[in-house]
C-alpha cells in the first residue's frame, strides 16, 4: 500500500493507531468501514451480549445502527431462569412473542368491506311442525269465505221469508225477512255477500225492509207488468250512493232476490275493481276504433256466474237470432248451451257474450228461427264499486301509456247502459252503487253526482247555485261527459241516496238482534232513540255494531 493510498489511521506497519481511533471513533458505522484484512489492537467488534469498549471510552451507537440489529433465533439465545411474560407494553413485545388470535364465536358474523357493524345474529330455524303447506288459493279462499249461519243464535220463530208479496208490504216495514234458502245458492253465484257482512252471527241470512226496499220491490211489480200494464217494459236507471255504512250493497243484494223471484235475467258485476286493477289478461280487440281491450277471463267469469245463478231460466229459452261468428253453436241449443261455450273456451268468450246479450235483449226471433220461441224476461244489470270505472284503469297499451277504464271492450258494454237509449228492449233495472269504503274517489264523479242532484231538484245549468268546476281542475271530461243530464229533457239516470233507518225501523232492527240472543238489553223507546242517534241518525252499519256488542255485568263482591 502506498503512501498516497494509505488511509489516515493506519501506520506504516498496517496497524490501527489508537490514538486515532480514540479521537475518530464516535459510531459503530466507523469500524464496519475498516477492511477485513486489517488487525485491530483493541476488541472493538461489537457484540449483542455485551457493549462494545475501545481502549479508552465507550463508543455511541446511532439509530441507523440500533435498527439493524435483529433478534437471534430461540435456539440460540441462553436460556431464561424467569418465565416468559405473556402481555408486554406493546412498544417493547415482538410480534413472535404475541398471542394467536383467537376465533370469534359463530353468533357474530365477519364483518365484510363496506358492511355495516351493527348487531347481527342467526336466525333461529323454525321447527318443522309436519303438516303440508297450503295449496294454492287456499289462503285468498279461507280470507274470502263467506259464513251464512251461525248455530249457536237462537232461530226466531214465526220469521217471514222474503217473497214477491212480503216484499211490497208496508206493514211489514221494520221487520227483518229471511232470505229463501233456494234462493241461496244463487246469491253465492252472483257474489251478493261479502266477507265483512255480518251474516255469521245469525241463525240463518236475512234482511230488513226499508223504506227503499218497499219501493224497489214496487218498482219490480211495475216493469214485470203486474197491475199496470202501461209500466211494463218500462227501464229504469239508478245511481245508489250514501254514506259509508248506509247498506248500499245489501240493497244491490235484495234487489237480486227481488229479481230471482220475479224469474229475471241477472247479471251482475260483484267489484267494479277487479276489471281494472291489471290482474286479468287482455288484449286489443281488432276492428276497433278508438282501440278498446277485452278481458277474456273477466268475461268467462262473468258468464259463469251468470250460467250458475240464471241456469233454470236459461235452460227455458232457445236460440233465437243467428250467430255466424259461433261456429261451433249447434241447432236448437240453448241459452245455457251458449253461455257454456264462454267459460270453456276464453278466448272466444267475448263474442259468446255479445251473442248472449243479444239474446236476452231480444224482442222477435230471426228468420227461420221462429219455432219454440219465447218472450225474453226483463233484466237486472247490478254494479257494486262504479268509482273504480272513473279513472285511468291499471292496464297499458302498446306505448306503455295508462288505459283508461272507458277503453275497456267490458267496462264500455255497462257503461254504455246508463246513456239514453233502448239498451234493455225487454225492460229491466240498471243500479249502480259507489262504495266509500273501498273508492279512489275521483274528483270528476263527485261533480257529476252533483250535477246530477242538482238536476233532480229542478235546479237549472245557467243557475248560480249549479255545481260548477272548481279552477284548475283536473276532472276527468270523459266521466263528465257520460253523466252530464240533458237540460230540456228528463235524464233517463236517477241519483238515489241511502240515508238511515227511522226510529221505527231502527226499532225492528235492534229486536231482531235480540231474538237471536245477542243483545240483552230491554229494546223500549229511550234506548232506541239513544242508539238511533248514537249511530249517526240510524245508519244501518253503526246500529249493527251496537247490536253485536257483547256487555259483561261485573258482580259487586260485598
Not at 411474560?85 to 376465533?103: D, R
Request: contains cysteine.
Amino acid at each position: 500500500m502506498t503512501k498516497a493510498s494509505r488511509p489516515p489511521f493506519l501506520s506504516q506497519g498496517g496497524r490501527i493507531s489508537h490514538q486515532i481511533i480514540d479521537r475518530s471513533v464516535n459510531c459503530c458505522c466507523f469500524l464496519n468501514s475498516i477492511p477485513t484484512h486489517l488487525s485491530i489492537s483493541a476488541p472493538v467488534v461489537p457484540s449483542l451480549a455485551a457493549p462494545v469498549f475501545l481502549t479508552t471510552m465507550a463508543s455511541s451507537w446511532c439509530w441507523n445502527c440500533l435498527s439493524r440489529l435483529r433478534p437471534s433465533p430461540r435456539a440460540l439465545l441462553p436460556p431464561s431462569a424467569t418465565p416468559r411474560i405473556s402481555s408486554a407494553p406493546f412498544h417493547s413485545t415482538a410480534v413472535h412473542y404475541a398471542q394467536p388470535a383467537k376465533k370469534k364465536g359463530n353468533s357474530m358474523t365477519v364483518v365484510k368491506h363496506r358492511q355495516s357493524t351493527s348487531l347481527r345474529r342467526k336466525k333461529k330455524k323454525v321447527a318443522d311442525r309436519g303438516g303440508r303447506p297450503p295449496a294454492v288459493g287456499e289462503r285468498k279462499a279461507l280470507r274470502k269465505r263467506i259464513v251464512l249461519s251461525n248455530p249457536n243464535a237462537l232461530e226466531i220463530e214465526g220469521m217471514l221469508e222474503l217473497s214477491p208479496e212480503t216484499m211490497v208490504d208496508s206493514r211489514l216495514r221494520g221487520t227483518v225477512l229471511g232470505l229463501p234458502v233456494p234462493m241461496i245458492d244463487q246469491l253465492r253465484a252472483v257474489q251478493a255477500f261479502k266477507p265483512k257482512q255480518g251474516w255469521s252471527i245469525f241463525r240463518r241470512p236475512g234482511t230488513v225492509l226499508r223504506r227503499d226496499t218497499i219501493e224497489m220491490g214496487r218498482l219490480f211489480e211495475q216493469i214485470s207488468g203486474e197491475g199496470n200494464e202501461a209500466q211494463k217494459g218500462k227501464v229504469v236507471k239508478k245511481i245508489v250512493t250514501g254514506m259509508k255504512g248506509s247498506g248500499k250493497t245489501v240493497h244491490l243484494l235484495q234487489a237480486m232476490a227481488m229479481g230471482f223471484l220475479k224469474k229475471w235475467a241477472v247479471v251482475t258485476i260483484p267489484d267494479a275493481r277487479d276489471l281494472v286493477s291489471g290482474d286479468t289478461a287482455y288484449a286489443a280487440l281488432e276492428g276497433s276504433n278508438p282501440v278498446q281491450y277485452v278481458q277474456p277471463s273477466a268475461t268467462s267469469a262473468l258468464l259463469t256466474r251468470t250460467v250458475e245463478a240464471n241456469r233454470e231460466l236459461l235452460a227455458s229459452l232457445q236460440v233465437s237470432q243467428k250467430h255466424p261468428a259461433l261456429k261451433m253453436l249447434k241447432p236448437n241449443s240453448t241459452l245455457e248451451d251458449l253461455a257454456k261455450l264462454g267459460f270453456n273456451d276464453p278466448a272466444v268468450s267475448w263474442r259468446v257474450f255479445q251473442a248472449l246479450w243479444t239474446e236476452l235483449t231480444a224482442t222477435a226471433p230471426a228468420a227461420g228461427l221462429e219455432k219454440d220461441f219465447k218472450p225474453r224476461p226483463p233484466m237486472l244489470v247490478a254494479v257494486d264499486g262504479l268509482a273504480h270505472w272513473m279513472t285511468e284503469s291499471a292496464y297499458r297499451s302498446a306505448e306503455y301509456k295508462p288505459i283508461h277504464a272507458h277503453d275497456l271492450a267490458f267496462v264500455h258494454h255497462f257503461l254504455s247502459l246508463m246513456k239514453e237509449g233502448d239498451s234493455l228492449k225487454n225492460g229491466g233495472l240498471v243500479l249502480y252503487a259507489t262504495s266509500f269504503s273501498n273508492s279512489p274517489n275521483p274528483s270528476a264523479l263527485k261533480i257529476a253526482l252533483d250535477r246530477l242532484a242538482a238536476h233532480q231538484a229542478g235546479i237549472s245549468a245557467s243557475s248560480s247555485e249549479y255545481p260548477q268546476l272548481p279552477a284548475y281542475s283536473d276532472a276527468d271530461p270523459r266521466v263528465l261527459e257520460l253523466l252530464q243530464p240533458a237540460e230540456k229533457t228528463a235524464s233517463p239516470l236517477e241519483l238515489q241516496t241511502l240515508g238511515g233507518l227511522t226510529r221505527d225501523e231502527a226499532r225492528g232492527f235492534m229486536e231482531y238482534f235480540a231474538r237471536s240472543g245477542l243483545l240483552r238489553e230491554i229494546i223500549n223507546d229511550q234506548w232506541v232513540s239513544e242508539k238511533w242517534s248514537l249511530s249517526g241518525g240510524g245508519i244501518i252499519g253503526e246500529l249493527e255494531k251496537f247490536g253485536r256488542r257483547v256487555r259483561a255485568t261485573a258482580s259487586v263482591s260485598k
